[in-house]
């Protein structure tokens, strides 16, 4: 065993050798040491030796529904561990990858039929992207090959994906000149309950129609646009980017991979609107937030296209694919998922979100309020001095990252309404300190 390491040792050592998201190095950040996490409390060290327990206010990026720790979840690890953590997936397949590829089928709109399983959804976004430029390509249109998408999106930190991010403002500005170029449509306006608005939807038809020549695709995040701005949009305007693809022969790609998994409050993002994409990007809450694990899915047509190019397969195949371990788990969390009335839950904390960020509303520099499913966003007219508000909120006891002018939660589903209530409480606080 290792020599034990205090607290202000391993802190000094992160802070000297470790990246962390959107960090410089050496680290400038003081990130808290989390000792363990179970349900929804994350234990946590600081340097004096003390600990303390957070509500974890954020499932760890969407992605830990069921908490952390979880008794299910871990024996669907435990008992894959003793038959196999990982082999190959070339020449070589397994049950749990096979189960979860029919699963997702099953439960994701008709007619998505095949599934890719990424190891990231940075990467299930590049493969995403891959499938619609080689479609067309194989069927002799090599020249659709740009994207459109909504400005103030994020799709994933990899080329393709930074390429249909926010090329001007927004965090991958930095490589404006180097993307792909794509072709931006302002973001929706108006909310969730707000009808799509004619003149908008308009344009967005009149966008596809006259780049129909080089779209292979639109990606768009479906009714909440997560990490480039939590805004929230009328799932209308999902039909009409389905209805123009169709019409002027372009792909819709929706990534799912905030949404999916019953965030919204429909198990898929895409079931508000009744829509069924050509390709969909999942991740995050697939896994139940235990280990990374992606899939990118897609039509029977999108195949079948690719399989009868001059390069009939689709080059992709990282060595991590189809990881056994991360599809046991996958396949856990969703019947764990599925075995309870999880659009319920949703709902309650729906509701207590809307009770507890009712205040927000009505502290000076906050813009704007919403809440939708198991998300909730306070909006600043200002950039959230991030230190300041995460001390705040860790001060009442809870996890937040805010980042931006936004302090937002989407705790896990399985949060009871005292912690919910004391989530909104520590949004708040950190919206009024940030
Ligand atoms: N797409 C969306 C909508 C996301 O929210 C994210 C991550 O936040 C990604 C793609 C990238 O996923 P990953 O961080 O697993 O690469």
């Known amino acids: 065993m290792p020599e034990p390491l205090s607290v202000r040792e391993l ?7 470790v990246w962390h998201p959107y960090g410089p190095m050496p680290g400038r950040a003081e990130p808290l040491l989390v000792e363990s996490a179970s349900g929804v409390r994350l234990r946590v060290s600081d340097p004096a030796g003390g600990t303390a327990e957070l509500v974890d206010g954020m499932s760890s990026w969407w992605s830990a529904i069921h908490g952390y720790n979880h008794p299910v979840l871990n024996e669907a690890v435990r008992g ?13 397949t397994h049950e749990p990858a096979v189960r979860l590829a029919a699963r997702l089928v099953e439960l994701t709109p008709e007619p998505l039929r095949h599934v890719f399983l990424a190891d990231s959804g940075s990467v299930s976004v590049e493969v995403a992207v891959k499938m619609c430029l080689q479609y067309w390509r194989s069927r002799g249109r090599p020249g659709k090959r740009r994207l459109l998408t909504w400005r103030g999106g994020y799709h994933g930190d990899t080329w393709q994906p930074m390429s249909v991010c926010d090329p001007d403002g927004g965090m991958h500005h930095l490589w404006s000149g180097v993307l792909a170029r794509q072709v931006f449509a302002d973001p929706p306006p108006g909310g969730f309950d707000d009808p799509a608005d004619p003149r908008y939807a308009a344009h967005l038809r009149e966008l596809i129609a006259r780049h129909a020549d080089e779209l292979a695709a639109v990606i768009v995040e479906p009714v909440v646009q997560g990490a480039g701005g939590m805004r929230f949009h009328s799932p209308g305007y999902l039909r009409v980017l389905r209805e ?8 819709l790609v929706l990534d799912e991979i905030a949404t999916g998994f019953g965030r919204t409050g429909t198990l898929f993002a ?14 995050k ?9 992606a899939a990118t899915l ?4 999108v195949a079948e296209g690719i399989s009868r190019g001059e390069v009939p397969v689709l080059a992709h195949g990282p060595t991590f694919m189809g990881n056994p371990l991360a599809a046991a788990v996958a396949n856990a969390s969703i019947d764990l998922l599925l075995s309870q009335d999880w659009a319920l839950e949703v709902k309650r904390i729906e509701t207590g979100l809307r ?12 813009r704007d309020v919403r809440v939708l499913g198991a998300i909730g966003v306070v909006q600043l007219d200002h950039e959230v001095d991030i230190a300041a508000a995460t001390r705040a909120a860790v001060g009442d006891g809870v996890w937040l990252r805010p980042f931006r002018d936004l302090v937002y939660t989407m705790p896990p589903y399985v949060t009871g309404d005292e912690d919910v209530a004391r989530i909104c409480a520590a949004v708040i606080a950190a919206a009024r300190e940030g």
Do not use: K, N
């Open 11 to 17: 802190l000094a050592l992160d802070r000297e050798h």
């Open 80 to 92: 894959q561990l003793d038959r196999m953590s990982h082999v190959m997936f070339g020449g070589l």
């Open 244 to 251: 123009a693809c169709d019409e002027h022969d372009v792909l």
């Open 270 to 283: 895409a079931d508000h609107a009744g829509i069924a994409p050509d390709v969909m990007c999942l991740g």
């Open 285 to 293: 809450a697939l896994t139940g937030g235990y280990l990374t694990m």
């Open 298 to 301: 897609c039509t029977a047509r």
């Open 355 to 366: 009770e507890g960020l009712a205040g927000a509303a009505a502290v000076a520099g906050v």
